[in-house]
C-alpha cells in the first residue's frame, strides 16, 4: 500500500560522493584511459584495488594496469 512507503526508513551507509575523476575511474571500459588515469594521478596498488572494488560492485570490470 501506498502508506507503506512512509513506513520504510531509508539509509545511506553505503553512499559514496565521488569527484569527477573518482567517477571516471571507476566508470571508464577503456582500459588505456584507465591506465593513462592511474598514471596521471600517481595511484598506488592499495587505491587501484579500492578502484576495483568500486567497479565490481558497479557491476563493472576489475582493470589492471
Known amino acids: 500500500a501506498a502508506s507503506d512507503?512512509?513506513?520504510r526508513q531509508d539509509s545511506y551507509r553505503n553512499l559514496l560522493l565521488l569527484s569527477p575523476t573518482g567517477y571516471e575511474l571507476i566508470s571508464t571500459t577503456d582500459?588505456?584511459?584507465f591506465a593513462t588515469l592511474t598514471k596521471k594521478y600517481d595511484l598506488n596498488?592499495?587505491?587501484i584495488t579500492k578502484v576495483n572494488k568500486l567497479r565490481v560492485a558497479a557491476g563493472l570490470a576489475e582493470?589492471?594496469?
Request: zero cysteines; aromatic letters at 8%.
Open 5 to 7: 512507503v512512509y513506513k
Open 31 to 33: 582500459s588505456i584511459k
Open 45 to 47: 596498488k592499495a587505491q
Open 63 to 65: 582493470m589492471s594496469m
